[in-house]
């Protein structure tokens, strides 16, 4: 079993020598996203999520003093941050110094590459609404895992460890590198023919996912960073974001 926070680590050590060379220009934490933009004007995104368990008005003690410091001080976060904020921006940071994207295949939902067949099943970790629907149009049988109640009723251990198990294809959201579950939820999985990882937080580097069952990466590059910026700001989420946003899917060769 690989140990939590393998992956992050891997890619701190991918980036740090890029990192000393940038800073951040520009950093906004929104409701549903974390946006770093670097002095290159490259942007970043990870998800904001909410369980940040910090006490008091402050979240971040450095507030006021991000934009103009050394891009490779936020890139530590993906190894010490204390949350998920931390680790977000830690990640944001990361995506946005990820400047070749080679390989890659675009403009097309993930799901079309995956070639779902009849009775095949599917675990989907972390719920993609607009997803859903295609899936099971393909006659897949489809097992949502969330953490949510709020989203989806919640499977027992048992339940989810039985269809990680058992599933052909995992679909996983990419913000289980943030809430340190990657690695878990991975171990578990059986032989499945295909595992992706998805979703705009997802670190397009197919290296630092060696020796891991993962053979797809769904992301997006940032095509106009004022737009995303302003939308982060304004508390948007991917709907908003999807017209200044450039889908790409490559392969992992593990």
Not at 51 to 63: H, I, N, P
Not at 104 to 114: C, G, L, Q, S
Not at 147 to 157: A, I, S, T, V
Not at 217 to 235: F, K, T
Request: aromatic share 4%; charged share 20%.
């Amino acid at each position: 079993m690989l140990k939590t926070g393998t992956i992050l680590n891997r890619l701190y050590e991918q980036l740090e020598p890029a990192a000393k060379n940038r800073r951040i220009a520009d950093l906004r934490v929104g409701l549903s996203y974390v946006g770093v933009k670097l002095d290159n004007n490259a942007l970043g995104l990870a998800a904001a999520l909410s369980d940040v368990g910090s006490r008091g008005c402050t979240v971040l003690s450095d507030a006021g003093r991000y934009a103009g410091s050394p891009a490779a001080d936020q890139l530590q976060y993906l190894k010490s941050g204390k949350n998920v904020l931390q680790r977000a921006i830690g990640l944001a940071t990361a995506n946005a110094l990820i400047e070749h994207v080679s390989g890659t295949t675009e403009d097309r939902e993930a799901t079309t590459y995956f070639n779902l067949q009849p009775g095949e099943k599917v675990v989907m970790v972390g719920l993609f609404s607009p997803l859903v629907d295609r899936i099971r149009a393909t006659g897949a049988i489809l097992t949502v895992i969330e953490k949510n109640p709020e989203r989806l009723e919640l499977l027992l251990q048992q339940e989810k460890q039985q269809t990680l198990k058992d599933c052909n294809v995992a679909i996983i959201t990419a913000t289980t590198l943030l809430n340190n579950t990657f690695e878990e939820i991975t171990t578990a999985l059986g032989s499945p023919r295909l595992v992706a990882l998805v979703g705009p937080s997802t670190p397009l580097m197919p290296d630092i996912f060696q020796g891991t069952p993962v053979t797809h990466l769904g992301g997006a590059v940032v095509a106009d960073p004022a737009r995303v910026l302003q939308i982060i700001s304004e508390g948007g989420g991917t709907p908003a974001l999807r017209l200044y946003l450039r889908f790409v899917n490559l392969m992992v060769g593990n």
